[in-house]
């Protein structure tokens, strides 16, 4: 089966469970002893495009959707800087008191500003927006100054490579181009440090060991994936996971937000079925 149709199938397969497990009330049964039993949901987010045109449904969510869902994260969780997020992964002495979210963006369309921004300035939300540097100023992508204009008002911005290739296909010499060369582009432009980095596509099998050290030996201070995961404690700084949003129902939304999908039986079944 190619890939495109299992992802479509599991995602029907995904949008019925959803369906099964939020209007039975077994989603609020899980949040409520969840929080009763003092498990925090620490968690980041992932969006690409925020449009209302007919644009790839795998990346793209509609303006109305995407304010419905940023309403319900205001409401629900902190919402809060990647950093702060980071620095609780990596400091064992930072705790936080509620269920949060950091939200990102990966790409940097230009609906990131034309659409995603005015939203989330409405609630005075931070995000982070990681570029590939070399689509810069391209038609339908971030322009300097858009990027410039976000920086101002809360959105920070992390490297997304320089041409986006799947890294593990790529030249030792050519990796340090991609990493290095990305960082120094966007530094430039927003005349200020980028500490964090996203792994193209970022999957387990589009970065490894090495990719990770000559992220760290560029000077980041973090690195991300699109693995499923929430956020521990004492996690790898360089393998943060992120949890991917579609253009979906709310009641799917609160649904893949609410942290059942990564515990017991149903973390079990995505790793089984390749779908972290």
Not at 23 to 51: E, P
Not at 256 to 263: N, P, V
């Amino acid at each position: 089966m190619a890939t495109e149709t299992k992802y479509r199938l599991f995602w029907v397969m995904g949008t019925v469970i959803s369906f099964m497990l939020y209007f039975s009330g077994i989603v609020a049964l899980y949040s409520f002893l969840r929080r009763k039993s003092n498990r925090l949901l620490v968690r980041i987010i992932t969006y690409h495009r925020i449009d209302d045109g007919r644009r790839n449904p795998n990346i793209t969510v509609s303006k109305d959707n995407f304010q419905k869902q940023i309403k319900f994260l205001k409401e629900k969780f902190s919402v809060v800087a990647l950093s702060e997020i980071v620095n609780y992964a990596k400091d064992k002495n930072i705790a936080l008191s509620c269920d949060t979210v950091a939200i990102t963006f990966d790409d940097g369309f230009e609906d990131n500003f034309t659409n995603a921004f005015k939203i989330l300035r409405s609630y005075a939300l931070p995000a982070c927006v990681f570029l590939v540097s070399g689509s810069i100023g391209n038609k339908g992508m971030l322009s300097q100054i858009e990027i410039q204009e976000m920086f101002k008002n809360n959105i920070t911005f992390g490297s997304h490579t320089v041409d986006h290739p799947n890294l593990t296909e790529v030249s030792t010499q050519n990796l340090e181009n991609e990493i290095k060369n990305s960082k120094a582009a966007i530094s430039e432009i927003i005349n200020s440090e980028v500490e964090f980095f996203a792994y193209p596509k970022g999957k387990k099998n589009n970065f490894n060991e090495e990719i990770k050290m000559l992220v760290k030996d560029a000077g980041y201070q973090a690195a991300f994936t699109t693995e499923n995961k929430d956020i521990k404690k004492n996690a790898d700084p360089f393998e943060l996971g992120r949890i991917g949003i579609r253009n979906c129902p709310m009641f799917v939304f609160k649904t893949r937000i609410s942290g059942i999908f990564e515990c017991g039986f149903f973390s079990f079944l995505r790793n089984h079925l390749k779908l972290t």
